[in-house]
């Protein structure tokens, strides 16, 4: 399968501080990855790096056939980037004056597809971008990555300071615009829930390391959450702990498993310990997350 972004051990330092650390990142063309990770784990210092917008310290990067090292302008000119912040600079310019502006750069841009996106968005192109709420200036963000219909969308909280209804609005045009143009994207978030249904792939970080990445499918269908019958005090034995993600023991609840791994290998360790699993299920995308980040070890 053809690669959109190719990353091989890459290193990025500032100074002493190490925030990416020997990072392998691979997303097919036309997938949809959701990147996740804690506050500092080096999410928005990744998506930089894949614009140049940060230089790599080490390590190897390709963006659509391109070394944004070598070829910045040329991979941005294929890419539409929603930053973490909002603050562009130019409060001067009506909102309809910075789209122009932005439009410049790219001989793709698609005129009707940004009053489309403006109508939806309710962005008002009369209003100066210092007179805007920061929910307003997302909005302003989000046409200008989408008009010009770019091959590849670099997300990061893009519905941060979205009310229900623009946020609502917001998803939907992300999952119109994948499906209508077949770009890839990576959509950088801790609302995980909001992207479980556009999403198809996922990479998880913390710390700058990389903790796994692939096909959902492929990570939901290693874990299982098993609610068990078992004794007072009871704890898993040493074999299984490596397996185990997380460990929920609430007081008068069965204890409740979240586990990696294969229920062949699992269900007869748990037995020999004294309990049983009563219910053998699926976590949700939210949940597996936020278990990876929590455990002690890569997976």
Not at 67 to 82: I, K, L, T
Not at 200 to 213: E, F
Not at 225 to 243: F, I, N, Y
Not at 257 to 279: C, E, K, M, W, Y
């Amino acid at each position: 399968m053809a690669k959109a972004i190719e990353i091989s051990a890459l290193t990025k330092r500032f100074g002493h501080d190490l925030a990416l650390a020997e990072v392998d990142f691979t997303v097919p063309e036309g997938a949809v990855c959701l990147l996740a990770g804690t506050n500092g784990a080096g999410k928005t210092t990744l998506l930089r790096i894949l614009i140049n917008l940060e230089q790599r310290t080490t390590g190897a990067c390709e963006v659509l056939g391109l070394d944004p090292a070598c070829s910045g302008a040329a991979v941005r000119a294929q890419v539409g980037f929603v930053p973490e912040t909002t603050d562009w600079g130019y409060g001067w310019l009506r909102v309809g004056e910075m789209l122009a502006h932005v439009a410049s750069y790219y001989p793709s841009w698609d005129l009707q597809y940004a009053l489309e996106l403006s109508r939806t968005l309710d962005v008002g192109t009369d209003r100066r971008m210092k007179a805007l709420s920061k929910g307003q200036r997302r909005c302003v963000q989000i046409v200008a990555a989408l008009a010009h219909r770019p091959q590849l969308l670099l997300l990061d909280e893009p519905t941060d300071g979205l009310d229900p209804l623009i946020r609502d609005r917001t998803l939907h045009l992300f999952a119109e615009h994948v499906a209508d143009t077949g770009c890839t994207a990576i959509v950088s978030t801790h609302l995980v829930p909001e992207v479980a249904q556009l999403a198809d792939h996922v990479a998880i970080l913390r710390s700058g390391s990389m903790l796994y990445q692939g096909p959902i499918e492929r990570m939901l269908g290693e874990l299982h959450q098993l609610e068990l019958d078992a004794p007072s005090g009871w704890s898993a034995p040493s074999k299984l702990r490596p397996a185990v993600l997380r460990h929920d023991r609430a007081i008068g609840r069965s204890p409740t498993l979240l586990v990696t791994g294969h229920l062949d290998f699992i269900q007869p360790l748990i037995t020999n310990s004294g309990a049983t699993i009563r219910h053998a299920g699926r976590p949700d995308l939210s949940d597996s997350v936020v278990a990876l980040l929590q455990s002690e070890s890569k997976s």
